[in-house]
């Protein structure tokens, strides 16, 4: 089947701390991955996304590269801010079909 | 223009009531879905509908029923409500493989 597996949090960060949340994922097919983000009291916005293998998504310092071999799309920054504090979904679609696959979300908080 | 919207954003009844969450999206998307996100932030899909193609998530109580009027549409029925019914329930839409785009979410209290 198709899944998606982050780590759990919550994750709590200081200011200009590195940041690395793990996704991995288990696919029938070639998916395009996503990472999401929902600030507080909002909805999920799109934060980056890579659509095949050795990809790097970015996206406001965020960086994810699609690793094909170890199935995995982890999230980085080298330098967290407050306003980075959120929640992260990481997220799988399939290239045959509509469906979207997303993990439990992996909630942040970096304090100053 | 607000791209996927949903209606009411807040949502407060008593338990064993009957109530409905619409949404709708301007983007020509054939797929849209509900989704649950609970206390812990989990978000998990309820339903997706592609093309009149209702796929189900065999957890999802059957009180819980899509109704899609057409492609822009993706409205939630729920009935009886219960406590556990608590949660916030988003509305989400893709084409393909492309991004989805959510909602901003309904808040659902039952009491």
Redesign the interface.
């Known amino acids: 089947g198709n899944s998606v597996t982050q780590m759990e949090g919550p994750v709590t960060l200081s200011e200009e701390a590195f940041l690395t949340i793990n996704c991995t994922y288990t696919a029938t097919g070639y998916?395009?991955l996503?990472w999401?983000v929902?600030y507080p009291g909002?909805?999920?916005?799109?934060l980056l996304?890579a659509?095949k293998a050795d990809d790097k998504g970015s996206n406001k310092g965020f960086e994810a590269t699609y690793r094909k071999e170890t199935t995995s799309f982890h999230l980085e920054k080298g330098s967290v801010q407050v306003s980075d504090s959120a929640?992260y979904?990481c997220?799988l679609?399939?290239?045959t079909?509509?469906?979207?696959?997303?993990?439990?979300?992996t909630?942040l908080t970096v304090i100053p | 223009d607000t791209a996927v919207s949903q209606t009411p954003k807040y949502l407060v009844t008593q338990m064993g009531n009957d109530k409905s969450i619409k949404c709708e999206q301007n983007l020509g998307h054939d797929t849209m879905y509900w989704y649950k996100q609970d206390s812990k932030k989990f978000l998990k899909i309820m339903f997706s509908y592609n093309n009149k193609e209702l796929i189900i998530n065999e957890t999802v109580p059957n009180r819980f029923s899509p109704k899609s009027p057409d492609k822009a549409h993706l409205n939630l029925h729920i009935n009886s409500l219960e406590l556990g019914d608590s949660a916030v329930y988003f509305c989400a839409s893709s084409q393909g493989e492309t991004q989805a785009f959510f909602g901003q979410g309904t808040r659902l209290t039952v009491v």
């Open positions: 998916p395009s996503f999401y929902q909002e909805g999920l916005q799109l996304k659509t929640v979904f997220a679609s399939l290239h079909g509509n469906q979207f696959y997303f993990g439990t979300g909630s």
